[in-house]
């Protein structure tokens, strides 16, 4: 059964950094394009990043130039780095395996100005 599992959320301040992590079992990861997504309360879920299996990355307006996403296939995890951090990032990020559709539990990062 496939499982992702993500980690790295937590409190920042504006500006910070944090890093994401999302672990995947049972599936043949290295084929699979990844992607970040968040829910911010009240508000849809909205893709953040996807990265393919070649390791490209495509990106949200709002995250350009300040979150990175990037895969390691020998370690099944794919990363989001996430720097320059604004309140409106707080959210519930989700990893999710864009070919077979599952979906990790989340992890909270939240903003404080």
């Known amino acids: 059964q496939v499982q992702l599992v993500e980690s790295g959320g937590g409190l920042v301040q504006a500006g910070g950094s944090l890093r994401l992590s999302c672990a995947a079992s049972?599936?043949?990861?290295?084929?699979?394009?990844m992607a970040w997504y968040r829910q911010a309360p009240g508000k849809q879920r909205e893709l953040v990043a996807s990265?393919?299996?070649?390791?490209?990355?495509n990106y949200a307006d709002s995250v350009k130039g300040r979150f990175t996403i990037s895969r390691d296939n020998a370690k099944n995890t794919v990363y989001l780095q996430m720097n320059s951090l604004k309140p409106e990032d707080t959210a519930v990020y989700y990893c999710n395996d864009m070919r077979m559709g599952y979906w990790g539990k989340g992890t909270l990062v939240t903003v404080s100005s």
């Open positions: 990265i393919g299996s070649g390791g490209s990355g």
């Open positions: 049972g599936s043949i990861f290295r084929l699979n394009p």
